[in-house]
């Protein structure tokens, strides 16, 4: 590899959206030759020729982000059912001693009720409840005494199935991300099993959210 190459190559590796973008032929390589040629001639001490650059990027090798993509497309290929939910509601209060026994006073009286949706999150400083609507009375009564952060109401998800080798592919998470943030659509909450991702949305956006997903599946 050329001076001009290996340093191209060590400024574009600095930012892994710009080689991604590079990869999937979303970027305009003169205006990046141009962008970075500053930089290259500091470090070679010496000028070097716009399209000297251009033909060193373009001879970059396709590399790890190309061999993940190809994974991921596979992947996309393979995802299970997806469920969409509605009515849904968040709650966020600040870490208390109290919150772990209230949360399993509360997971007791919703145990038979099979078609509930209740998650749970404890962070470092505070722990985020999502479930149904119905339940709002109920955690405002039962969680009166705990210093409650935010609360959003008429919300949805998107779950999706995963295949059990995504734990091995790199990427997916963000894959799943960034489609939904080109489309403008604000993921709230990201709550993730092992085998099974959701995405929470304002309830107006649940549709969007749906086709832009899905789209990943029909497409790959």
């Known amino acids: 590899m050329s001076k001009i ?4 190559e060590e400024i574009i590796n600095r930012s892994p959206f710009i080689r991604e973008a590079i990869t999937e ?3 305009n390589i003169s205006a990046l030759a141009r962008k970075i040629k500053p930089e290259i001639e500091e470090k070679m001490g010496m000028p070097v020729n716009e399209g000297a650059i251009v033909m060193a990027i373009k001879r970059m090798a396709p590399g790890y ?6 994974k991921i497309n596979k992947f996309m290929s393979d995802l299970g059912d997806f469920l969409v939910r509605s ?3 968040i709650f966020t209060f600040d870490n208390s001693p109290t919150i772990p ?3 399993s006073s509360l997971m007791d009286e919703i145990s038979n009720e099979r078609d509930i949706f209740y ?3 404890r962070g470092v400083t505070e722990t985020t409840i999502i479930t149904g609507q119905k339940l709002t009375p109920r955690i405002k009564d039962l969680f009166a005494n705990e210093i409650m952060k935010s609360h959003k109401e008429n919300l949805a998800s998107v779950t999706i199935k995963l295949d059990e080798t995504n734990t091995e592919i ?8 960034k489609h939904l943030a080109w489309e403008g659509i ?3 909450e990201v709550i993730s099993t092992t085998n099974e991702i959701t995405f929470v949305v304002e309830g107006d956006l649940v549709d969007q959210a749906f086709s832009v997903l899905m789209r990943l599946k029909i497409r790959n």
């Open 119 to 121: 998650t749970v999150s």
């Open 170 to 177: 790199s990427g997916i998470y963000y894959y799943f991300l």
């Open 87 to 89: 009515d849904l509601t």
């Open 5 to 8: 190459g290996k340093e191209a």
């Open 101 to 103: 026994k209230l949360q």
């Open 186 to 188: 604000n993921i709230l």
């Open 65 to 70: 982000y190309h061999k993940i993509n190809v």
């Open 25 to 27: 032929n979303l970027i």
